[in-house]
Nanobody
Framework: QVQLVESGGGSVQAGGSLRLSCAAS???????VGWFRQAPGEEREFVAG????????YYSNSVKGRFTISRANAKITVYLQMNSLKPEDTAVYFC???????????????????WGQGTQVTVSS
């Protein structure tokens, strides 16, 4: 049974940091875990992803160099460390699983099978 529980959202001033957590169950070696975000009035967009087994990581251009995705195998948890936050990072952040992880792609919303409930991140200027 697959479950996703996100935590760690909140409010921070520009330039600050937050760490999001995604506690998961039901992962396999090939599972792709992704973080997406959706700002008000905008479409949901890919932020970062990690392949559970090999640990390959992927980032959108808008967060590369500021955000880091990582995993803790023993806790079956994926983290998104967000540094140098900007007001435009304000959004609801979602954790998602591509359980099979067989595709080489990583940013397509429709390849993800399971979604968390989302956690709000607000960055003020």
């Amino acid at each position: 049974q697959v479950q996703l529980v996100e935590s760690g959202g909140g409010s921070v001033q520009a330039g600050g940091s937050l760490r999001l957590s995604c506690a998961a169950s039901g992962l396999t070696f090939s599972t792709l875990v992704g973080w997406f975000r959706q700002a008000p009035g905008e479409e949901r967009e890919f932020v970062a992803g990690i392949r559970w087994g090999p640990g390959n990581t992927y980032y959108s251009n808008s967060v590369k160099g500021r955000f880091t995705i990582s995993r803790a195998n023993a806790k079956i948890t994926v983290y998104l460390q967000m540094n140098s936050l900007k007001p435009e990072d304000t959004a609801v952040y979602f954790c998602a699983l591509d359980l099979d992880g067989s595709r080489t792609s990583y940013g397509a919303e429709d390849q993800y099978d399971y979604w968390g409930q989302g956690t709000q991140v607000t960055v003020s200027s």
